[in-house]
Structure formats: C-alpha cells, structure tokens
C-alpha cells in the first residue's frame, strides 16, 4: 500500500468516492464552483464538517520529500483527498478542471458540467426539471455567457430570431436559455432593473430576480443581452402586460391608463409598485458596461407594440 493509502486508513478517512459525493452536492449548493483547494476556505470545511472529521483528521499531514531539491513538501492530507475526489470527477467529465475554467471565467475553479450537474441533482434528491431556474453556474451554460456578453453590439441589431422554433424544446435551447438567464441577471447584479429588488431563498440557491425578453419568446424574441431586462416578478408581469416601457434613453414611462385604476389596485401597505415608479421620471438601473445595455430596437418593438399608451 501506498504512503499516502496508510495514512487515509491509520487516519480513518472517508473514502474518495463518499468525499466525490459529498463534493458534488457541495458545489450545487455553492452555485456550480469552488476555487482551488487551498486551507481557511469555507467549503473545505464545510465538507470536513459534514464528515463530522476531528480536529487530528482535519490536522493529518503528507511529508513528500524530493531528494534532488533536498527538501521535504507538507501538504494536508484532508486537502489531498479532496483534490483526488475532484480529480476523479474530472476524470468522469462531472467537473471541469480549474485550468480548463480559467479560460472561461478568468478564475481558477471547479466547475460542475452539464453531466456533474445532473448527478448532483439527482444525489441530492432535486428534481431535474427546478435546473432550469436555478442559478448554477455549469460549464456549458458559462460557454454561453461569455459569448452573450463578450459579442460585439451591433449598430442596427435584430431582435427578432425568424428561426426561432417556439414549441419545441431541445436540450441545446434549454442550455441557451440558462445561459441568457444567467447573462443578464449576473449583468444586473441579481437586482430588479425597475426598482432594485435583490433578495433569494433562505437556501440562497435561488435568485426572486427573472430575466425578461423585451421581444418576448412568443414574438420570436432573441435570447440576446440587448433583448433582456432583470425584473423582479411583479415588474416582469406588469412589463409583459404593457403598463410599463423604456423610453430610448432607459426613463420608464408608465400607461396613463394608471389614473382610472381603483385605488387600492396595484398596492400593499404603503407601496405601489406602479404607481411609485410613474410619480418620478428615472432611467432604469443599469449594467456597467454599455455594451450589455439593452438595444433601442428592441425597446422600440416594446413601446409600440405591448405598451399601452
Ligand atoms: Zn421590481
């Protein structure tokens, strides 16, 4: 047996595939990533702990000497564990590499795939079909992100897709509109771009915020950054249903058809959710970077076509 293999069983250590599975259902509930291994980090202890490891388990060290170098390397044997478990996922293309991620995201993380996704719902007894609204990150999906928010905005945009098939659903389409869900409310800062609600389950693995078409779906609506807005639900219905639109430089404009509504319609306590936002002229919270502001032409489509004037 090995030197390492003695002192995982003198240490009475979990075994890696309990630590694989304990590793899986951690980066579900960490959002799909983990930075590299490294001590003092939360989710390094928070599988210890579920592991109930004690404090000579969690302490436990490797000496690796190297004789060219003449030195001795200490290196955690609890970490060591952790980095074979995630090693293996990778192995089995559940998890992407942190050298693969850096790529991607410019972090060096673990990343769940699409496959390590589906194996982490399906462990944590989740069903499959809650994957469409939560906002984990999976290595496929950020593929996507980075090309909505890294494309080039163009001058005279469409925001129509003619190909666009509306009824059927293919495993790509979903993946596509995980991404732009995820594109646009990261873009936004998980706020209502209306009124700057942020809040998620007690959990924290689910944002309230939705990310709307401004062309919407059923119009054949790109799922596009410059054809999205993040909206709290409240806002998202009343944008659908026209009593609000953007003006092209981003100030709501509410329907006037507000002034004939009852009263105590629209309101809870002391808030009005449209009527508030129609008493002040203001633009809309927006992402930081231009290029992910949503495009005039989509906008425009909205104002003539849904908003009631
Ligand atoms: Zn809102």
Known sequence: M???????????????FKVERALLQTLLKHGGVTKEFGSGQEIVDEIADHFELN??????SLKTIYR??????????????????????????????????????KKREWMLTEKGFDKALRISNIPNDTK??????????????????ESHRPENYDPFDRKKKLLKKTKESIIRVRGF???????????CAICEMKIYSPDSLLWEVE????VPHSFLGRDDIWNGLA???LHHWAFDVGWLTLQDDYTICVSSKIHSLPPDFGRFGDYEFIRAISRKRRRIFLPGRIELHPHHNSIRWHRQNVFHQ
């Open 68 to 105: 060219k170098e003449n030195r001795v390397k200490q290196s955690l044997l609890w970490h060591r564990l952790l980095f074979r478990a995630a090693d293996s996922l990778a192995k089995q293309q559940l998890v992407s590499r942190p050298k693969q991620t850096l790529k991607l995201t």
């Open 181 to 191: 869900r995820q594109a646009i409310i990261d873009a936004y800062n998980y706020k």
């Open 2 to 16: 090995s030197y390492e293999g003695k002192m995982l069983e003198r240490f009475n250590m979990p075994t890696r």
């Open 132 to 149: 469409e609204f939560l906002p984990t990150k999976s290595y496929e999906v950020q593929k996507i992100v980075k090309k909505l928010t």
């Open 231 to 233: 909206l709290c639900h």
């Open 55 to 60: 404090e000579d388990q969690r302490s436990a």
């Open 211 to 214: 990310a709307a078409h401004i």
